[in-house]
């Protein structure tokens, strides 16, 4: 059990372990509204697809919160504008709109009860799909754990860890879950630029847990992979599309081909959640752009050239065929397609 939480609710407040700021200061950012909720998704405050999905479920727990005195009318409209506004945050998880979608459904299911008890029961479904994260974490890292050597060797790209989920991780989670199978696990971990997910995230959460890990430089991995036994590179997913395309952090498309070059196998490990059915390739998920300051600098230090055009898509896809496996809550799906992940769904 890792000793921070990404997101905790405390009486009527969202607190969210503020990531801006890892690994220097451990700092928790208290959220009242769903605006407030949006903004810190769209700031990176909170980050990763499913730790997303769960914060925006809080976002609209808050906003009926903040309704529960108000007529039937205005508590309507003020929910309308609380999806809108948190369905627009971030583009490319799914996890985000999925989440949303549920607490939709239970917006419905209370129209006939008054506002307090409407929270309440929105309040609940947030904190059940926050529990629900946390045992999928678990038992899709139980299946994973399965597919690594007793003394493995794993790189991953980005942090798909408990920072990015409810607890325990994707990616993280089948690394922690082989190690309480009783196995040995010690991690590569690429910087992920430029917002440094893996250098400030994912490093000082193994530390955290005392997982051993190495820090790499992005560029570095093709060396690693030419000169380290590397069992596994394991990464986490923000969408996959039906055709088994993965949509996950920029760099992962490197990743994917260094790993096939040198015959390592490739690993997405994310909750079903995560599938979105309804886009047919890799070619039709929407690719976040962000502040190009993130390229040029960091924080108060800027290296490149005032002026100079700069491009910061922020996820990039990883085409199926590069896909050794998909680790699910549901089990293992070796190179996914269409026929695989609907025999998954239907299961
Ligand atoms: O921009 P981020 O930090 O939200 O990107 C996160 C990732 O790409 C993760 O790998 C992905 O969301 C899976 S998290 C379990």
Partial sequence: MTAFHTLRW???????????????????????????????????????????????????????L???????????????????????????AVNLAWAL???????????????????ATLLAMAKQIVDEDLDINRRLGSFGAAL???????????????????????????????????KTVEVIANETRPFLQGARLTAWELQQDGIPVTLITDSAAGYMMGRHRI?????????????????????????????RRHCIPFYVACPLSTLDMAV???????????????????????????DIHIANPVFDVTPAELVSALVTEKGVVPAPGRAALEALLAG
């Fill in 231 to 259: 069992d596994a590179v394991i990464v986490g997913a923000d969408r996959v599309a039906a055709n088994g395309d993965v949509a996950n952090k920029i760099g992962t498309y490197m990743m994917a081909v260094l790993a």
């Fill in 101 to 119: 979608q549920r607490m939709r459904g239970s917006v419905a299911q209370t129209a006939g009860m008054d506002g307090r008890q409407r929270a």
């Fill in 66 to 92: 903040q309704l529960s005195g108000a007529s039937k009318r205005q508590f309507a409209d003020g929910m309308d504008s609380a999806f809108t506004v948190l369905a627009q945050s971030r583009p490319t």
């Fill in 148 to 182: 690594l050597p007793e003394h493995a060797c794993v790189m991953t790209h980005c942090n798909a860890g408990a920072l990015a989920t409810a607890g325990h991780g994707t990616a993280l989670g089948v690394i922690r879950s082989a190690i309480e199978a009783g």
């Fill in 280 to 306: 047919a390739s890799g070619a039709d998920i929407p690719i976040e752009q962000r502040d190009t300051a993130e390229v040029a600098g960091y924080r108060d230090l800027r290296w490149a050239p005032a």
């Fill in 10 to 64: 405390t009486v009527d407040t969202l607190e969210l372990l503020d990531q801006r700021w890892l690994p220097d200061r451990c700092e928790y950012l208290r959220c009242d509204s769903a605006r407030s909720v949006a903004q810190a998704i769209r700031d990176l405050v909170v980050r990763g697809a499913p730790a997303i999905g769960c914060a925006a479920a809080y976002g609209i727990a808050l906003e009926a």
